[in-house]
């Protein structure tokens, strides 16, 4: 029996992920250098998108704050109807998948105006917004049928190597990139689609708290979409420090969070609130490398650095996802409501 595509491009993303690499590396590299001497000149960054490619685009808005730079990450349909002079005299980069969503055609005219310069990060080269841009990235990932999966890493890992080559670093994260190809593979290869990992954690009736801190609240974000797309499943993103103000509160038996605790500062405030939620009745699942101090807790052993870590903890994510689609008995990969590519503002 053949395997449904929606498994497939959760399988493939280690091979999809190497080509991205090679080709960063190799015939797209030119074109990372010289966006990345546009961010450096940069007197303000705005990076928008919608849905995933708005939730790839959160590490490299970490990365680049960290060195200093001004950068801001902004929904492209708030940024379309509200907030579109933040771009004047800004470096603005417009991230899509598909190079056709509808906010961000309708905003490229308005940012052309007022904007320093306007990067497309897409994997389609022949597209609007890859055509009206001054520069364009082209990712490089292998096409998904329709949720965004292996392009989901595929953006990452690009807007990733960008700020690479922004700090100077790209050789030490071309060599961190062996171990992440290798915990993908590890990840891949596991036990992670079926009931014997998810049964009595993943339940219908129970909505799903996704809970990361830096770079990993990209992991948070992206999880709960892919739920939601995927499973039909109410899902949320937080960052951890944000649910400890208040929404802890919600926390009980029936509760279910999924905490994100790459290595990193706060891997231990992670861990710390896990226990916590714990000893509240909660169920809850850590996604990072195991830790045999924390006995109490179940990992879901997932050993990359911090800063790369949004490469891999969400393809556990994405496991859960298509083992609820299949518990519910829905059509696996299936879009009810709206197309591949969001083409328009008000019609589904």
């Avoid at 497309?120 to 998904?144: P, Q």
């Avoid at 830096?214 to 993103?237: C, D, F, H, I, R």
């Avoid at 969001?342 to 589904?348: G, P």
Wanted: net charge negative; proline share 4%.
């Amino acid at each position: 029996m053949n395997e449904p595509r929606l498994l497939r491009d959760i399988k493939n993303q280690g091979q999809s992920l190497a080509h991205v690499l090679a080709y960063q590396l190799g015939e797209g590299h030119p074109a990372l250098l010289e966006a990345s001497h546009l961010l450096r000149d940069a007197r303000k960054i705005i990076v928008t998108g919608s849905g995933a490619s708005l939730y790839a685009s959160v590490p490299l808005q970490y990365q680049l704050a960290a060195m200093g730079l001004n950068c801001q990450v902004a929904d492209s349909s708030e940024l379309l109807h509200y907030q579109h002079r933040l771009c004047a005299d800004a470096v603005v980069i417009l991230v899509s998948r598909s190079g056709e969503s509808v906010e961000l055609t309708k905003l490229l005219p308005q940012v052309k105006k007022i904007a320093s310069r306007i990067i497309t990060v897409t994997n389609e080269h022949g597209s609007m917004l890859a055509t009206g841009a001054d520069l364009v990235l082209i990712i490089g990932s292998f096409e998904d049928e329709r949720m965004a999966i292996q392009s989901y890493t595929g953006t990452l890992l690009t807007l990733m190597l960008l700020a690479s080559v922004v700090a100077g670093d790209l050789d030490q994260v071309r060599e961190e990139m062996s171990q992440v190809l290798a915990t993908t593979a590890t990840l891949l290869n596991g036990d992670l689609e079926g009931p014997r990992f998810w049964e009595g954690f993943l339940e219908p009736a129970r909505p799903i708290y996704l809970l990361g801190r830096g770079v990993s609240y990209a992991s948070a974000l992206a999880g709960g979409l892919v739920l939601n797309e995927t499973a039909k499943q109410p899902a949320m993103g937080v960052t951890c420090g944000n649910f400890r103000h208040g929404s802890v509160e919600l926390v009980d038996s029936n509760f279910r969070g999924l905490i994100f605790a790459p290595y990193g500062k706060t891997r231990e405030l992670n861990l710390a609130l896990a226990e916590g939620l714990q000893q509240f009745g909660g169920q809850v699942l850590v996604i990072g490398p195991r830790d045999e101090e924390h006995r109490r807790l179940r990992f879901i052993d997932v050993p990359t650095s911090d800063r790369l870590a949004p490469l891999t903890e969400i393809i556990p994510v994405q496991f859960g996802a298509f083992y609820l689609a299949k518990l519910k008995g829905l059509p696996i990969g299936a879009l009810r409501y709206i197309a591949q590519v969001t083409r328009d503002e008000v019609a589904f």
